[in-house]
């Protein structure tokens, strides 16, 4: 076991690196960097102002001057080999650089982020496994009775309809749109939080996560609790399944320690994906309709606007994270099937 864990660490190291690579390669191909979109822009509150002849080749003179200081500035005077040495050796000490565009640290934008993107991915997460999986094992108990219809159709309408669709629809009748005011519409917490006692905190802010919650719920649970459903179906047709209930042992028994025990290494599979994906994917368009500032956006505005150190210092973090839980959920499986052996995998 100590082993295998051992030599999926080291297997991490070529996977981040990989990444890493391939990501800084691809920038160095991507028209308009950050030099560029600044000069575009001195340019453009240059023109505002008027201006021709000698004005005109004083400002290229000046343009030229100021891309070499801003090259410097951002170390893109070194070629690109050098750079690519130096964020390999910044990440190694967890150092993920500087963003150019709002002269802050990487960690420090990314810990002003994280109340929003904890917030969202941890109620989405806990929220949907909570009702996917008992859903989920009701169905397969009563497959084909009309809870199983009814409810299988509520799934496949809820997932239906977009994220971001349900977000409008719920802005326009209870944020203010059109018909009720009875959700706010902005952050996590009111302005006047600092003053308010704690279970009017905890009020307060539950009642701004109601609504986009609702939008990241709906849209992630239906896919687990059919293949809850299906897994434990699967699972109860099984010969052994057949074999306990001749001998007599009672339905409980059978169910919650042999079947469930079987049909949770599926489920536990999909953990990385559903969790990683809970924090830092798929809550753009949540976060942006309900004012939202998370890393979501902060990722989609740092590509957008060439923030390289954001991109590639969040990405590192993002494939870490990811790695970590995956071999998390390796683990899991012993403990769900102890028969399960890593010594035959590791060799």
């Known amino acids: 076991?100590?082993?295998?864990?051992?030599k999926r660490i080291l297997l991490m190291l070529p996977t981040l690196l990989g990444v890493l690579t391939i990501t800084f390669i691809v920038i160095q191909f991507v028209p308009g960097g950050p030099v560029e979109q600044i000069m575009a822009e001195a340019r453009t509150s240059r023109g505002s102002s008027g201006g021709e002849g000698v004005v005109y080749k004083a400002g290229r003179d000046s343009d030229a001057k100021q891309i070499a200081a801003l090259k410097?500035?951002?170390?893109?005077?070194?070629?690109?080999?050098?750079?690519?040495?130096?964020?390999?050796?910044?990440f190694l000490r967890f150092d993920l650089g500087k963003s150019f565009l709002q002269n802050k640290d990487v960690w420090?934008?990314?810990?002003?982020?994280?109340?929003?993107?904890?917030?969202?991915?941890?109620?989405?997460?806990?929220?949907?496994?909570?009702?996917?999986?008992?859903?989920?094992?009701?169905?397969?108990?009563?497959?084909?009775?009309?809870?199983?219809v009814a409810t299988s159709l509520l799934i496949l309408f809820g997932y239906a309809i977009p994220g971001f669709v349900l977000g409008v629809l719920l802005i326009v009748f209870f944020a203010g749109g059109t018909y009720f005011e009875w959700f706010p519409l902005r952050g996590l917490t009111s302005d006047n939080w600092a003053s308010l006692s704690w279970p009017a905190k905890?009020?307060?802010?539950?009642?701004?996560?109601?609504l986009p919650l609702i939008c990241l719920v709906i849209e992630s649970f239906a896919v687990t609790t059919m293949l809850t459903k299906n897994t434990f179906v699967e699972e109860m047709r099984k010969q052994y399944v057949l074999v306990a209930r001749a001998k007599g042992l009672p339905h409980s028994r059978v169910m919650w320690?042999?079947?469930?025990?079987?049909?949770?290494?599926?489920?536990?599979?999909?953990?990385?994906?559903?969790?990683?994906?809970?924090?830092?994917?798929g809550a753009l368009l949540i976060e942006t309709l309900f004012s939202l500032d998370g890393l979501g956006l902060l990722s989609y505005e740092s590509v957008v606007r060439r923030d390289y150190p954001v991109v590639l210092g969040s990405l590192f973090l993002f494939t870490l994270i990811a790695l970590v839980v995956k071999l998390v959920t390796d683990v899991l499986y012993v403990v769900i099937d102890p028969r399960v052996q890593f010594t035959s995998v590791a060799k």
């Open 1 to 6: 076991m100590l082993s295998y864990i051992f």
């Open 72 to 90: 410097k500035l951002y170390g893109f005077d070194k070629p690109a080999h050098v750079r690519y040495v130096e964020m390999l050796g910044s």
């Open 108 to 148: 420090t934008l990314i810990k002003e982020k994280l109340p929003v993107s904890i917030s969202l991915g941890m109620w989405t997460f806990f929220i949907s496994y909570l009702i996917s999986v008992p859903l989920g094992i009701a169905k397969a108990v009563r497959e084909g009775s009309r809870f199983d």
């Open 202 to 210: 905890i009020t307060d802010y539950l009642w701004h996560m109601t």
């Open 257 to 281: 320690k042999h079947v469930f025990r079987n049909a949770m290494i599926p489920l536990v599979t999909g953990f990385p994906a559903a969790f990683v994906g809970a924090f830092f994917a």
